[in-house]
């Protein structure tokens, strides 16, 4: 992966095609995921190659998007995370950024190339 890879991490599918597809038109390279397990597999085997990591705080399964930014910025502190929710902003992990849904794609794009 020689492109500014992001990770995408939405269990609505709808929304991460939507996400991954405005990152792609901007010349980001973009790895899906559907849930926080297999957001930290992908971590795991790929995480110095990725720049940026944008979660959903809620999402399906036992771990949420707040957790999976924990997880992620212990593995990687230098990797540029942005929490996304319909909620209101939760306890943010240290150095990281969020964002309130409905925001426009020009937020999401400055947010993910900081």
């Given at each position: 992966?020689?492109?500014?890879v ?11 095609e ?14 899906e995921?559907?849930?926080?397990a ?9 995480g ?5 990591l944008?979660?959903d ?6 771990t949420?998007?707040?957790?999976l ?5 212990r ?6 995370v ?7 902003p939760?306890v943010?992990?240290h150095n990281?950024?969020f964002l309130?849904k409905?925001y426009?794609?020009q ?8």
């Amino acid at each position: 992966m020689s492109n500014f890879v992001t990770l995408i991490v939405e269990d609505d599918p709808i929304q991460r095609e939507c996400l991954a597809d405005l990152l792609k038109r901007e010349g980001l390279e973009v790895v899906e995921c559907a849930n926080a397990a297999v957001a930290e597999l992908v971590l795991a085997s790929t995480g110095p190659d990725l720049q940026a990591l944008v979660t959903d705080v809620e999402l399906g399964g036992e771990t949420s998007g707040v957790e999976l930014a924990e997880y992620a910025k212990r593995k990687f502190p230098d990797l540029n995370v942005v929490l996304v929710s319909g909620y209101g902003p939760p306890v943010l992990p240290h150095n990281t950024h969020f964002l309130m849904k409905p925001y426009e794609p020009q937020q999401l794009l400055d947010a993910v190339l900081r």
